[in-house]
DNA sequence: GGTAACTGGGTTTTT
DNA sequence: CCCAGTTACC
């Protein structure tokens, strides 16, 4: 439960730690409502439509309806609350108890995440939806790592175009199942590089929806999917849909076709149903969201109550000038309103280089700091994860603490990925995704030989005394002994007690991680901290799938509670971000083809979820704003070349953008000292662990 | 025939 | 930095 919201020194930019967005005293639900946000908690049991703009207390707003439902009396295992995040989700649900009565157990209370509720639901009704019981999840690495696979089976002898990566392939397949478009014509419209490729993909993409049912796996599109058909069929759906008196959906401009059905499904006449979002922060187009499903929901619902929130409790006025002129046109009209007065206008810095860039955010961060400003207080945005790389490096050089949200993550470490399929291993034995893994974790054993070798485990008899014979005869000479113990320490494994289980597992997997990495040790203090999590718990299953679902979202998150007086600069992004905020925001890279990426510059479409993007990360910022513009960049035709080119502005910094901004040419560069001793930021440690 | 070690070309965003 | 294609070795 709640790794994040248990962690005080977690919350980078939950209101807790700075009484931002109104904490709760233990007043009534209804203390300090504005009117508009008092509409909406009190609104009747109709479908209810909230356009909460940024920073106008949409939480806290669904949080006091919740309050005031529970004080109706209706059953808080009535209430089912869904969110994009775990954070959301925890916050939320959190938030609403702290409001109830006391007399109301608040905490059972039914919430989280569309894909975490979706899977609890399926796990509960796995044999009714004809699923074996131990269904594995795959996440998205695991997806790409059965697409490979296929691929290498169908192995298409044009060769003469490269075939889309596998990471692509399952883009590509779940933009099909989440939009309800065909491989045709997704291909044509957002992958239009594939398009030679479009009779392979289509097969592939039905090879892997075979395999995955074959195998008993489920990625997180079929969570979606499952929950979907669980509540379009006759029985099992009106069982699911009953369970419910009120359906809250936060962030519902992030929705795709297939989360409308099931919204749709669960309250199919719109009672009970309340909806919050922005159109103008929907930035998940590529996950085949889309904004006019908030837009089209209080037109399809007779009798929706729409309620707009503008009043912005988070931002200075300064800072809104700036977020309501990028703001783009064709949104819901929102024009935020400070309700906080004072501030400064948002800077923006021209720096000469990308290093110079990362100078200035360093000093200006120090300089924030100097003025009483935790460094916990300050977040840096960046549009993709790799962009705050030179950042992190003169962080590193001062000794600025971080860490970083978004990228890479924790569970993607391919240490904890063995372990993870290992333990998937004891209720999934066909998951062969998860052989493959730890297969090839032997010496001598590549891609090829575990293909024939899963095989061999296809046929095996569970019954023999040592039934993966077979396999281990397909093995080189030299690694059959460790692969036998690798299968006996598995087999011990499930024999054992549910407890003891993680930590049988563990067993099985050190010899393999010790001969495998370099860096062993650090790898095997992870894995003995995520065995004592997971032996924390009385499911192990349902464990797994939250730590696949939700995984820790920072490098160092896992990395034990923190201490409170631990502080560090966050960097994110954008979207990590969304939803959060903090007293000071740093935004560098606004140079057109960074932010805006130069991915998205080919379609309005794209250039207007990039502007969409930028208005997120303009109101993150409660006092200050500081925006950054590296005047040279380097070439990027080649690596080596270190000639640089005058970075064209970015295009969302119109004449108008720059009128609401204060300019500050480049500060001069000062020599990096460090300034804070101790422990040097978490993502060093990790930098070598991914593969 | 297959694995491991090397090299060169291309990099968004996440449940 | 990740992945694909190449080469050297078993």
């Not at 200075?316 to 004072?342: H, K």
């Not at 704003?625 to 080596?640: D, F």
Request: glycine share 8%; hydrophobic share 45%; net charge negative.
């Amino acid at each position: 439960m709640g790794g994040i919201l248990s962690d005080p020194g977690l919350g980078p930019g939950t209101p807790a730690g700075y009484g931002g967005e109104r904490m709760f005293d233990g007043g009534g639900w209804d203390e300090g409502l504005d009117d508009a946000q008092l509409e909406a908690v009190l609104a009747d049991d109709g479908p209810l439509v909230v356009v909460a703009g940024a920073g106008t207390g949409k939480t806290r707003t669904l949080t006091a309806r919740v309050a005031r439902l529970l004080e109706r009396g209706t059953p808080p295992e009535r209430i089912l609350l869904l969110t994009f995040t775990r954070r959301a989700a925890d916050d939320m649900l959190t938030q609403a108890a702290a409001l109830a009565a006391r007399r109301v157990d608040a905490r059972r209370l039914r919430g989280g995440t569309f894909h975490a509720v979706a899977h609890q639901l399926i796990a509960g009704a796995a044999e009714a939806l004809g699923l074996p019981t131990g269904f594995s999840v795959l996440d998205p690495g695991d997806a790409a790592d059965l697409m490979d696979l296929l691929r290498d089976e169908q192995r298409l002898a044009d060769a003469e175009v490269r075939t889309p990566r596998p990471a692509t392939l399952v883009d590509i397949y779940s933009r099909c199942v989440n939009t309800r478009r065909s491989v045709a014509e997704v291909l044509a419209v957002d992958f239009p590089w594939c398009q030679p490729h479009t009779d392979p993909v289509a097969q592939l993409c039905r090879a892997y929806v075979a395999r995955k049912r074959q195998h008993g796996q489920l990625d997180f599109d079929d969570l979606l999917l499952y929950w979907r058909a669980a509540l379009a069929d006759e029985h099992i759906g009106s069982h699911m849909a009953s369970m419910f008196d009120h359906v809250l959906v936060d962030e519902y401009q992030d929705v795709n076709a297939l989360q409308v059905d099931i919204v749709r499904s669960l309250c199919p006449d719109g009672r009970g149903l309340t909806v919050v979002g922005d159109d103008a922060q929907a930035v998940y187009g590529f996950r085949g969201s889309d904004p006019r499903h908030l837009t089209d929901l209080a037109a399809s619902l007779p009798g929706a109550t729409v309620v707009t929130l503008e009043g912005s409790f988070r931002s200075l006025q300064p800072i809104l000038d700036l977020a309501n002129e990028v703001r783009p046109g064709g949104c819901a009209p929102v024009v935020l309103q400070g309700r906080r007065s004072g501030g400064r206008r948002p800077v923006l810095v021209r720096c000469h280089d990308a290093p110079g860039e990362a100078r200035a955010v360093a000093q200006r961060i120090l300089a924030a700091h100097v003025q009483g400003r935790p460094l916990r207080h300050q977040a840096v945005l960046v549009r993709a994860a790799h962009h705050s790389d030179l950042i992190e490096l003169e962080l590193s050089a001062r000794r600025i603490p971080y860490r970083k949200y978004g990228g890479l993550r924790f569970v993607e470490a391919a240490h904890v990925k063995d372990y993870v399929a290992a333990v998937r291993l004891l209720d999934n034995p066909a998951d062969d995704i998860a052989w493959f893994r730890i297969l090839r974790l032997h010496e001598g054993i590549g891609p090829a030989r575990a293909k024939a070798m899963l095989g061999a485990l296809h046929l095996m008899d569970a019954a023999a005394a040592q039934p993966w014979a077979g396999a281990v005869a397909l093995a080189p000479a030299k690694t059959r002994v460790a692969l036998t113990a690798t299968f006996e320490a598995l087999a011990a494994a499930r024999r054992d007690r549910p407890g003891a289980r993680p930590a049988a597992v563990l067993r099985a997997v050190r010899p393999l991680v010790q001969t495998r990495y370099t860096d062993a040790s650090s790898r095997l203090v992870d894995l003995e901290r995520l065995a004592a999590a997971a032996e924390a718990t009385d499911d192990l299953a349902a464990w797994l799938a939250e730590v696949t679902l939700d995984p820790p979202a920072s490098t160092g998150e896992l990395a034990g509670p923190p201490h409170l007086d631990e502080d560090y600069v966050v960097i994110s992004t954008v979207h990590s971000a969304k939803g959060l905020e903090w007293p000071v925001v740093h935004l560098p890279h606004l140079v057109d083809g960074t932010f805006p990426s130069d991915m998205a510059l080919g379609s309005a479409a794209g250039l207007d979820e990039e502007r969409r993007l930028f208005y997120v990360a303009t109101t993150r910022a409660r006092d200050q704003l500081s925006l950054y513009v590296p005047l040279r960049m380097p070439h990027h035709r080649r690596a080596r070349d270190d000639r640089h080119s005058l970075a064209p502005a970015s295009r969302f910094l119109t004449a108008d953008v720059l009128g609401v901004l204060d300019i500050e040419e480049l500060t001069p560069a000062r020599p990096a000292a460090p300034v804070f001793s101790g422990r040097a930021a978490v993502r060093v440690d990790l930098d070598r662990l991914w593969h």
